[in-house]
């Protein structure tokens, strides 16, 4: 078997950025509708800002403590600068000369048309003026002014040699302006119109876009205090971190750009170099109101079997129920928390939070419920990096209302997405468990593809109240003299030894002249115990395949082959197959095979065992394995082909595919 130290690993960043790439590719592509290519530049763009805000800080601390990350640092600028030069042909050659063939036009650097100077005047003066503070640059005086953390600016040039700062407000306001004709102008090209009246009595020279991203990882001390405060204060320190990226404006003169490194103490290796526009993950934002121009819609299934009198709890209690979102709907899981708040025989509610919408449901039912006089306990995980600031608001209106908050467990994340129903009727208690692959949130449900299992399963809710009884107490389930868990795999427990045997047990029935497979559908590939052992396998027989979105840190070979889809939904479901000689075992969780969701987060993956349900996952995954339009393969040297078409075969494309197949159900 290999050990840790043997195993060929790809390296997780450049994997990321090779996926990032995928997404700009369908931007380029011509057979997405036009407007969808907008929105995979703005995907694209808001990736590589999280990119720079969560990674970039680590390659730039190895580098400058010499541990060896020079290599990678200048892989990773070159990768970036292809991309990003490949993002503004792909902007201002294909889509905006799209978007003007449909009668839209994004002024991008034009002289601004004379018509529609008017309307661009009262829109500053009435509207954008009381947004600014510009601000005078004295070079040297370095630091005096401070850049708010992935703000925008344009920086004014005189002619006096003067220099200025003025704040893009796009916080505050709209990044566009509709304007007569289907004509759309930036906020920041209202403010450049307008620059001599900021400046009265100056020349202005010269005008230049700046942002500056800053270190997006800060720690919490969880050992002492509040962590309610503590990651309050936490959001805080993120704005002002130490920055990662400088990003300007291609055209600045040389000597502003050292000017201005040497006024922000920015490092030659925090510079990069952009376009006139930054922050353009707001081009999802453009006023453009055409469905036309968007994917033809695609109305998500209702299930005929929960379209009945009888109340949805009631009939999990009879067989189990399995989703598939966005392809049927989700509004079977918002009437599940509905009728658990309003059902006068729930006595307790039990859920797990990591990402919920801004203007929530499920948590109002929750709300509902305690009020209703339910015991609701929910484990609100505040550490969930940029969402920390709505889960500590939504934890604060669940705790005014009765709901019993857990904010987390000492150095674990809490991931799973879990809820525990507890009915009382008569002398009978119901136990109803939902157990999920994404988060319970019904905005990104629309456009993330994921799988949800309701059942009353007994072993499998007695399991799960074990898990919150830990979560509300922090003494592992052992010391209650229960059984482990049988059923449920979860991380910190049981989940990276029984996925080994798992694993192993298909390797040994391959030396055995067994058939042996496995297939893995997951987001991200990294941890290397995981990784080895699939290696292990592969070479003991194994057919091992995986289709993996985004960071994938193993290298296909023979018996491992690696497919990622990039397509209108994200996805999102973690899916888990083992041949086991027939006796197929299929599971679904919340955990991907990283380091952080193995070792430091709670996770929970599940069973499958009605044998349907199993089916329709299988199915699922075949078709995904057989997408040969917009997934692609990955080589052993880590490149992403596209999957061979059989001749005279017919295009697969496995979203669609999916749609088709779940109407039919």
């Not at 954008?128 to 370095?142: A, D, R, S, Y």
């Not at 009978?428 to 692959?437: E, M, N, S």
Request: net charge neutral; charged share 20%; aromatic share 10%.
């Amino acid at each position: 078997m290999h050990t840790e130290t043997d195993i060929t690993l790809y390296d997780r960043d450049l994997s990321w950025l090779s996926f990032n790439n995928q997404v700009l590719l369908m931007a380029a592509n011509e057979q997405v509708p036009i407007f969808e290519r907008v929105r995979f530049l703005s995907i694209f763009s808001s990736n590589l800002d999280e990119f720079f805000r969560v990674r970039m800080p680590s390659i730039l601390a190895l580098q400058q403590l010499q541990v060896s990350q020079e290599g990678l640092l200048f892989a990773v600028q070159q990768v970036v600068g292809r991309q990003l030069q490949e993002f503004g042909r792909i902007l201002t050659s294909e889509v905006l000369p799209g978007l003007h063939r449909n009668g839209i036009h994004l002024y991008y650097g034009d002289v601004i048309q004379a018509a529609h100077r008017p309307a661009i005047k009262d829109y500053f003066f009435n509207t954008v003026l009381g947004f600014l503070q510009p601000q005078k640059i004295v070079m040297e005086h370095p630091v005096e002014v401070f850049l708010e953390n992935n703000a925008l600016y344009l920086v004014v040039c005189f002619e006096n040699n003067g220099h200025a700062l003025v704040n893009i407000p796009s916080n505050n306001l709209p990044r566009f302006l509709s304007l007569p004709d289907q004509h759309i102008v930036f906020l920041d090209d209202v403010i450049r119109e307008h620059l001599p009246f900021l400046f009265p009595g100056q020349q202005v020279k010269g005008c230049y876009s700046i942002k500056l991203t800053r270190d997006a990882e800060i720690e919490v001390d969880e050992f002492s205090g509040h962590l309610l405060q503590k990651v309050e204060s936490m959001l805080v320190k993120r704005a002002l971190g130490l920055p990662t990226r400088f990003l300007y404006d291609s055209k600045m003169p040389e000597d502003l750009q050292h000017n201005l490194a040497a006024y922000f103490r920015i490092t030659p290796q925090e510079m990069t170099s952009g376009g006139r526009y930054h922050h353009l993950r707001d081009l999802a934002d453009l006023p453009v109101k055409d469905p036309a121009l968007n994917y033809p819609r695609l109305p998500s299934a209702r299930v005929k079997a929960l379209e009945t009198d009888e109340t949805l709890l009631n009939t999990i209690l009879q067989k189990d129920v399995l989703l598939h979102v966005p392809y049927q709907n989700y509004d079977y899981i918002l009437r599940f928390f509905n009728e658990a708040a309003t059902d006068p025989d729930v006595q307790e509610i039990y859920v797990t939070l990591y990402r919920v919408a801004s203007g929530s449901q499920i948590v109002n039912a929750l709300i509902s419920a305690a009020r209703n006089g339910k015991q609701v306990t929910v484990m609100v995980e505040l550490k969930a990096r940029f969402d920390e600031a709505n889960n500590v608001r939504w934890a604060k209106r669940m705790k005014e209302a009765g709901v019993k908050i857990l904010y987390s467990i000492p150095n674990l994340k809490v991931h799973a997405k879990v809820a525990l129903v507890k009915r009382k009727r008569g002398y009978t208690w119901d136990h109803i468990g939902l157990y999920a692959t994404g988060n319970f949130n019904e905005s990104t449900a629309r456009f993330y593809t994921d799988h949800v299992l309701l059942t009353a399963h007994a072993g499998m809710t007695q399991e799960l109240e074990l898990l919150f009884i830990y979560m509300q107490t922090g003494i592992a389930p052992a010391k209650y003299h229960f059984l482990p868990f049988n059923h449920l795999l979860v991380a910190q427990f049981n989940l990276v030894n029984r996925f080994t045997e798992m694993i192993r047990r298909e390797a040994d029935n391959a030396r055995a002249g067994l058939p042996a497979r496995i297939t893995i559908k997951l987001n991200n590939l990294q941890e290397k115990q995981m990784i080895a052992e699939l290696y292990a396998a592969a070479e003991a027989g194994v057919e091992v395949k995986l289709i993996i979105r985004s960071i994938c840190c193993i290298v296909p070979r023979k018996g491992i082959s690696v497919h990622r889809i990039v397509d209108r939904y994200l996805e999102h479901a973690r899916v888990f197959v083992f041949h086991n000689n027939g006796a197929e075992e299929v599971y679904m969780g919340s955990a991907d095979w990283m380091n952080r969701n193995l070792h430091r987060r709670i996770e929970v993956c599940f069973p499958i065992y009605d044998p349907v349900y199993a089916q329709q996952l299988k199915d699922i995954l075949a078709l995904q394995l057989a997408d040969n339009t917009n997934a692609v393969i990955l080589d052993d040297e880590m490149r992403a082909l596209p999957v061979p078409k059989v001749t005279g075969g017919p295009d697969i494309n496995a979203q669609q595919g999916i749609y088709d197949y779940v109407h039919q159900l």
